[in-house]
């Protein structure tokens, strides 16, 4: 399917909207590349209606094949000969035809937009991770806020002894010895405290829905 053709409705603004074969001049049919851009370069209508009509289907297919999307490849074909009719001094029929200028613009420009698309799925890539990433440590630090008030709530039902010995030996990081010391107990007598406190710490948070591996 090839684009709609332009038709310009003022000096610097073209406007694609199906311009008919009839409005291109017998004139132009015949002039050169050089001619032609020349006659632009004169804001004359007729005259970018002949460039497009040699050179939109090539456009157009190039476009399309780059982008593999029809609609962003008629916007490609207008970018190039909004190009032309805004700044046909940037032809030089000494380089090449006019052809070729335009397939190097519609080259050019649908890299860029390819490059575009590969920069923003990068960075929305790079979004979604930290939003996931945020969402997990933010769910992770309400789960840990609750399981706290949870534990606190159950620690409050133990005695004195069995609170104590596990205080030190779970939220201090000391070892059986070190609390059997520093509690003048044996260190019998604290495992046994510790066992019987967690298990009844144990009991206590399974009641209000929290999952406790056994020992």
Request: glycine residues 8%; hydrophobic residues 40%.
């Amino acid at each position: 399917m090839k684009p709609a053709a332009p038709k310009v409705s003022g000096n610097n603004h073209p406007d694609f909207g199906g311009l008919r074969r009839s409005n291109v001049k017998p004139e132009y049919t015949e002039a050169s590349d050089g001619a032609l851009v020349v006659s632009i370069g004169r804001y004359q209508q007729a005259a970018l209606a002949e460039a497009y009509r040699r050179n939109a289907g090539a456009v157009y297919g190039l476009a399309k094949r780059l982008l593999s999307d029809h609609a962003r490849a008629e916007e490609v074909v207008q970018e190039v000969f909004i190009r032309l009719w805004n700044g046909p001094e940037k032809f030089d029929s000494d380089r090449g035809t006019l052809r070729s200028f335009l397939l190097a613009q519609t080259h050019g420009r649908a890299v860029d937009m390819i490059r575009s698309d590969v920069a923003r799925r990068k960075r929305e890539d790079r979004e979604t991770r930290e939003q996931a990433e945020g969402g997990y440590d933010l769910a992770r630090e309400v789960w840990d806020m609750a399981l706290a008030s949870h534990v606190r709530d159950a620690m409050a039902v133990l005695s004195a002894d069995e609170r104590v010995a596990i205080e030190l030996a779970y939220f201090g990081g000391r070892t059986y010895r070190e609390v059997a010391d520093e509690l003048g107990e044996a260190e019998g007598t604290v495992k046994s405290r510790i066992r019987v406190g967690l298990k009844r710490l144990r009991a206590e948070l399974v009641q209000v829905g929290v999952t406790v591996a056994a020992d």
